[in-house]
């Protein structure tokens, strides 16, 4: 499976941007990046994903380099509710469908 | 229901029994994965299926492990001879398993605990 790596933990003011980093540098070409998070005693969540180009939704947006080696989760405005891990996952559709959590970046948000 | 629901919400079992969980998928969702938690861990992959059939069990630590899913829809993870290792939250989550890679959702979990 391909892996991920991410820092262990980031802190961010409320109300400001945060870009959590992933690192994917052995990404096959039909690996698709995807984001999940778990908040604190809940199942993880769904985020977003990508697989070439920049997506955004209504919680965020993924930026994908350009090499698809590394890409940005960026939350446009944290609020105390994002304090959660948040996972970066290479899913390839094509090979199974296996999701395999690493161990993700646990974001603290400052009052 | 509208999500992915697991029973017992917690369940906790003398070292040596035999323990059943049950998820119960988001309706017309073919693929359906378990996986277990341990404090401070990321999810850690046990099993996922397509359908009726284990698409891949690899994750399953030893023959004590055993799931099924014999409709389709809902599916059991089955523990025997339980250790206070298993002691974890096991998580089910359920997807369309299409190819375009959708998000799949998971449910609340069951706390396990083996005393």
């Known amino acids: 499976d391909a892996k991920t790596t991410q820092p262990n933990s980031m802190e961010s003011n409320e109300e400001e941007p945060v870009h959590l980093p992933c690192n994917h540098s052995t990404i096959s070409g039909t690996d698709y990046i995807h984001w999940y998070r778990q908040l604190p005693s809940q199942g993880p969540e769904y985020v977003i994903h990508g697989l070439t180009s920049n997506v955004n939704n209504r919680m965020a947006s993924l930026a994908i380099a350009e090499d698809r080696k590394s890409s940005t989760l960026i939350l446009h405005r944290a609020t105390l509710r994002d304090a959660a891990v948040y996972y970066c996952i290479l899913r390839d559709v094509w090979r199974d469908d296996k999701i395999i959590f690493g161990k993700g970046t646990r974001l603290h948000i400052l009052p | 229901g509208a999500g992915v629901s697991q029973t017992p919400s917690n369940k906790v079992t003398e070292k040596g029994k035999y323990v059943e969980l049950r998820c119960d998928p988001i309706?017309?969702?073919?693929?359906l994965y378990w996986y277990r938690q341990s404090l401070g861990q990321g999810p850690e992959f046990l099993i996922y299926f397509q359908g009726t059939g284990a698409a891949d069990d690899s994750g399953l630590p030893n023959d004590r492990f055993f799931a099924v899913r014999p409709e389709g829809s809902v599916s059991t993870l089955k523990i025997q001879r339980t250790e206070r290792g298993d002691s974890a939250v096991y998580l089910c989550?359920?997807?369309?398993?299409?190819?375009?890679?959708?998000?799949?959702?998971f449910g609340q979990g069951t706390r396990l605990t083996v005393v």
């Open positions: 309706s017309g969702h073919t693929a």
């Open positions: 989550a359920s997807s369309f398993g299409n190819r375009e890679s959708t998000e799949a959702f």
